[in-house]
C-alpha cells in the first residue's frame, strides 16, 4: 500500500469512528446531586433538596400512635396520635439567610374577593409516618450556624383556601379536621389523648391554634453543614414526654392540660444534623 493510500485509509476510518461517536448526555454542574463528569452533552440536573427526618419518641422509646405511656407522676395515659405543621425553614450564613426556591401561588381569603398570593412552598404536615420529608430544593451549599423552623403556619398562609390547593398539598383538606374555618384559620398541632388506660374512656383531641401558640418557632445554634452535590439534611426531634411533662391526667380539664402543653413546647422539639 502506497503512502497516499495509507493516508487516504485513515482519514476514512477516523471520519467512520467520529460518525459513530454520539455524545452521552448528563449533568455537568458540579452543584447538582446527578453530576457526571464523563458526560459530554449537559442535560437534566437534579439540584440537593432539604430533606427534614422526624424522630417521634416518648423519652427513650420510639412512639407509636395508639399506645400507653407513663405520665412523670405513674399515671398511665395513652397517645392515638399527634400532628403539627411546620413552614418557613430558614438556614442562617453570617447573619444572611437562606431558605428553600419553591414557591407556588395559592389562592387565599385576603382581600374583598378570593385572591392568590406566592408563597415559599415549604409546608409541611407531620404525622407518625412517613419519617423523611422534602422540604424543598435548597442550593445553598455553606456552613450555617442556625436553624428556624415555624412550628405552625404564617398569618398569610392561615388565610389559604383549603379547598382550592391540589389534593396532595399540606393545607388541602384532611379527614382530621384540621382547618377549622376562615375565623380560626389552621391547627398548629393536634394531640389525640385519652387520659386513663380504662377502654370505655372516650379520647380527648386538643387542638393548638394560632391563638393559642402565636408565632413560635423551633430555633437551634451550631455548626450545619450541607457539602455541594448532595442533599442536606436536618434531624428534628419530637419529644412527647417533654411535651406532655407535667400534665395533670387525673383530672379532666383541658383547658389547664393546653396551658401546660404550651409552656413545654420549647422544651419538645430540637433540630440536629
Not at 439567610?97 to 378570593?114: A, K, Q
Amino acid at each position: 500500500m502506497n503512502s497516499f493510500a495509507l493516508v487516504l485509509y485513515s482519514l476514512l476510518f477516523a471520519l467512520s469512528l467520529t460518525a459513530c461517536f454520539e455524545p452521552k448526555e448528563g449533568c455537568l454542574d458540579i452543584a447538582a446531586t446527578n453530576f457526571d463528569a464523563a458526560a459530554d452533552k449537559d442535560c437534566c440536573c437534579a439540584y440537593p433538596k432539604l430533606v427534614l427526618t422526624v424522630n417521634q419518641v416518648f423519652d427513650t422509646l420510639l412512639f407509636r400512635n395508639d399506645s400507653l405511656y407513663e405520665a412523670s407522676n405513674g399515671h398511665l395515659f395513652r397517645i392515638k396520635s399527634v400532628a403539627f405543621y411546620l413552614s418557613d425553614f430558614q438556614l442562617f450564613q453570617n447573619g444572611v439567610v437562606h431558605s428553600v426556591s419553591d414557591t407556588l401561588r395559592l389562592h387565599t381569603f385576603l382581600g374583598p374577593d378570593t385572591s392568590t398570593l406566592r408563597f415559599t412552598n415549604d409546608f409541611q404536615l407531620v404525622r407518625r409516618t412517613p419519617v423523611n420529608y422534602v422540604v424543598g430544593t435548597f442550593r445553598q451549599d455553606a456552613n450555617f450556624e442556625q436553624v428556624s423552623i415555624r412550628l405552625g403556619l404564617s398569618k398569610e398562609a392561615q388565610k389559604v383556601i383549603p379547598s382550592k390547593t391540589t389534593v396532595d398539598h399540606p393545607l388541602s383538606p384532611q379527614p382530621d379536621s384540621l382547618w377549622r374555618g376562615q375565623t380560626n384559620g389552621f391547627v398548629f398541632l393536634q394531640a389525640v389523648v385519652v387520659r386513663d388506660s380504662m377502654g370505655a374512656t372516650q379520647p380527648d383531641t386538643l387542638r393548638f391554634l394560632q391563638s393559642d401558640l402565636g408565632q413560635r418557632f423551633i430555633e437551634a445554634s451550631g455548626l450545619y453543614v450541607h457539602p455541594t452535590g448532595y442533599d442536606f439534611h436536618l434531624v428534628l426531634k419530637a419529644d412527647y414526654k417533654q411535651l406532655f411533662e407535667g400534665v395533670n391526667w387525673s383530672i379532666h380539664d383541658i383547658l389547664a392540660w393546653k396551658v401546660a402543653i404550651v409552656s413545654n413546647m420549647t422544651n419538645a422539639f430540637s433540630v440536629s444534623q
